[in-house]
């Protein structure tokens, strides 16, 4: 069942350290497909070195394991929220990537600096709110997906053109069009919110680029009118 | 005598390097054995590329080596003072680790900035008082281990709940169920101590996560409640 | 068709991502031909594992592909102003490296703090101003190049004394004598940067070297009274 | 002539960047044959994985090249003038290593921050004063050498129980009983300039450990009551 994504989400697992962006087993991928509504994530606790694609755990999205043996990440019900309330997206990642733990850590949102970020953000990174303790103490998990969907809707930001979040005190989400686009932005969001710092650091009253150039970089490899690439279209790997 | 736990500790101690905790010599890894209340160590100043299991060094609680060729490491009376007043943990690991000697140098104690942190420490990570004058000149290795000891006795810290603290203007120790669990916190220890010093450069009145928010993580991972992995206990490695 | 300096793009191409200063494709390396007048350039959004010396696109002054089957950096108009504007140089690198496009970010240019920096640039590195929307909406990538060469001329720089610049909100060009040239200036400029950003934690209010200490590092590597390697003028490689 | 000394030369030369502190040429390595009086160096601008035993150049104590093809490094005046001040050394290293040089460039002295710090260094890593337009124009290499060398006769600086220095504005040297020592002391600078850097950065005010635990700790490694390896004298490598 869902071979190929089961292949998709290892390798985007596997991903994950070789870029750095997780110790020890802090960081899970998922892929969704959207035809059978399922989602395939990574066991939970098992470590990069021995994973599998036969170890991949298929979940609907009601959150009943429907293929597997072991049991999923703990952070399942996380994602499948995301699926839920984020039409169109194939793919997330949840890492406890450094960088971008601070900010979440800072609860902060991370501001337009400069054109790496509007090249795959089109607008600031948001922070959630900090979840309350009945959030906490109820079913946490689901939560904390709730509170990542409302950070976008009451915000009006598309989750499909900032593809990226901090959880706050916690660590960040991000996905896209496929588990691979999701480490894609993963890797993104990490060297943006180092350079943020840096950025910061230097000069602690920057405001960010305008919104003309954010539009450029933004548009210019996304939509109709890209033309970065071979093809007119964001190649992403 | 104690085959397995020499390999436990050899191992831990060419973990520390692997996982870029040392610069040279700089760290020591030793293991308890219960039964027999007698515990292995790394012998002093060894570098660790010629390290084997048969250098270990057998030293018994009052300090006596009653196995092994070569000097056991200086910091042996530290590490037999910890496994006297810490009842119940089995490994001890000691490095000077870039980011968290930065906060022992600091004279700080790591808040919990967030849940990375809660999954492994109940709590913020302390940092002793500076030593003494008399403190010093006397039997120092030995009030070493006092002054940490103190430290969680006098703020009622469990040491099995944080199993790490700073030494002023020194370095940090951790400790754990095994060795290789102390290297795990040891690990911890850095990149929590690497995210608290950047976010603390984005945000210097930073408070950490909620009481709720901790005790979800921790109890998450630990104790009778747990839920992560596969077993429904934390998984160290 | 210039096959020597398409091998030399190429090796420029492939040595960003060696010296850790590209992720994914951000970055790009081109090279001029005096004699032909006519640039070679890195085809757009190729990863670096794949690139062949054969992919190289070769395009005039006016921006016509001359030879090569893919599109061009979407970053070739910014070149080709460069060479149009700067009379000698033969080589452009450009890359989103993380501590030059923090000070990008932070728009300040980076003052000579050491002789690190005089070593190989005849004072600051400045920082453009940030471009006008109707720059932005316009011939975005040519007046990128404008913004550059105004940037020198404004304030007197001689662009063969200091081979590198700040794009304000974006990211670092450095340029040289030959491809590998700029490589190498984009190295040093990434080092300076961090090491410039460093010195400035310490200490707010450095001034930097004096003039005297700037011209002698500058001479002794650089112009008829060098002194440094083994023929007296300045080995890059 | 002197083959032992060009061999230990050499391998502290290849040593500096396997420890990442030199980038390109930017650093070199010296060794002093008390007997002989004799210096054995690097030559100028020849890149690491180039250099042979062959290569190191020999050169006396008034600056002449006695066995060499090659030209000596461009910094030989400063080695020699270290060797002929500092009786007692053998070998010197220079780099421009990153941390060490961000404190040059801020023209701040090292404090001792922590234990690290006292278990090789008998006091602050002192800066020089920065050098005159007449030091500069005049013979500059040398008066680098002799502007060091005052720094610590000034203040009462025993070079032996400090042998490390920043130059103002330039970059550290090291120094030691041997090339490899010097190398190993270039490596507990960097180490413990990046940790005084960040202890700085979350700690403003830290005024560094007390003369006391200074003394402890320097004395456990080096001098007659040294306690510390597997001798009671330090063992460096």
Not at 23 to 31: E, H, I, M, P, V
Not at 116 to 133: E, I, K, L, Q, S
């Amino acid at each position: 069942m869902l071979e190929l994504l089961k292949q998709e989400v290892l390798e985007a697992n596997l991903a994950l350290p070789r870029h750095e962006l997780v110790t020890f087993t802090w960081g899970n991928a998922s892929g969704f497909d959207e035809e059978s509504k399922l989602m395939v994530i990574k066991p939970s606790g098992v470590s990069y070195d021995e994973l599998t694609a036969e170890q991949m755990v298929v979940v609907n999205l009601d959150g009943r394991t429907v293929e597997g043996e072991l049991r999923p990440s703990s952070d399942t019900p996380t994602h499948l929220e995301l699926y839920r309330r984020f039409p169109g997206i194939a793919g997330i990642v949840h890492t406890h990537s450094p960088w971008a733990t601070s900010w979440s850590q800072a609860g902060m949102d991370l501001p337009v600096f400069g054109t790496t970020h509007a090249d795959y953000f089109n607008g600031a990174v948001p922070c959630t709110r900090p979840m309350t303790a009945a959030e906490i103490s109820g079913d946490y998990e689901l939560a904390t997906g709730n509170v990542i969907a409302e950070t976008f809707e009451a915000n009006g930001i598309s989750p499909l053109e900032v593809p990226a979040v901090f959880v706050h005190g916690h660590a960040p989400f991000t996905w896209g069009a496929s588990p691979a686009d999701a480490v894609y932005h993963a890797v993104v969001l990490e060297e943006t919110a180092k350079m943020g710092s840096r950025t910061k650091a230097l000069q602690p009253d920057v405001s960010g680029i305008s919104p003309e150039l954010l539009n450029k970089h933004f548009s210019r490899k996304h939509g109709s009118h890209a033309y970065y690439g071979q093809t007119g279209k964001e190649e992403s790997r």
